[in-house]
């Protein structure tokens, strides 16, 4: 499995516990299982994402704008429909936002990557194990661990793919904010000013 894209940070990944499975929780071995389940669950992912929807749309920003964060919000598995919150003071508030969940992201992409890779090599592991052995309690022990790892593969599987998406989607923001408002950044980029109350960028009201 290749890296996840992304454009905002350096990686730093940490190497999540290492599941350890014993003889004594035979024949219901689910330490690998339970590791899978919890990184699998991308629900806080998606709520940070739906709160950036919810900023978004407080802002009163075109929801072209902002439509990769919500496309990302269902890839996590919410659908943001009622999302609100504060609105975004300036537009770099918005893009440090994106830049933090995509940090998030980063950083559960990297611990899917180890725990499938720890899970498929004791499986291994297991089954050379489980082919050389007659002691009927190991072979017990032996296929339980392999249902359990077999278990945690198939719980990770969805989750490179939303991982993938999310980021992707969240990484097309910043240009499809750029394209929508390119005229408004020109202007003012020439010297120009906004309308009295305009969002993010005001001009001065001249009768003061």
């Known amino acids: 499995m290749g890296e996840l894209g992304h454009s905002c940070w350096d990686i730093h990944p940490t190497t999540p516990p290492s599941p350890t499975v014993t003889r004594r929780r035979c024949p219901h071995v689910t330490t690998w299982t339970g590791h899978a389940e919890t990184l699998a669950d991308t629900t806080a992912l998606a709520a940070q994402a739906e709160h950036l929807t919810g900023r978004c749309r407080a802002t009163g920003l075109d929801p072209r704008t902002y439509a990769g964060i919500i496309a990302a919000t269902i890839a996590l598995g919410a659908y943001p429909v009622n999302a609100t919150g504060t609105p975004w003071p300036q537009d770099r508030d918005l893009i440090e936002g994106i830049c933090d969940l995509l940090d998030d992201i980063a950083d559960r992409w990297h611990d899917y990557i ?43 599987a969805p989750l490179a793919g939303r991982l993938r998406a999310a980021s992707a989607r969240l990484n097309d923001t910043p240009e499809q904010l750029g394209e929508t408002y390119a005229a408004v950044y020109d202007l003012v980029a020439r010297g120009g000013q906004m309308p009295r109350n305009g969002r993010w960028i005001t001009g001065e009201d001249p009768s003061c």
């Open 114 to 156: 180890r725990l499938r890779h720890a899970a498929a090599t004791e499986r291994a592991r297991a089954r050379a194990h489980l082919n050389a052995t007659s002691n009927p309690h190991d072979k017990e022990y032996l296929q339980a661990v392999v249902a359990d790892c077999t278990t945690a593969l198939d719980v990770l």
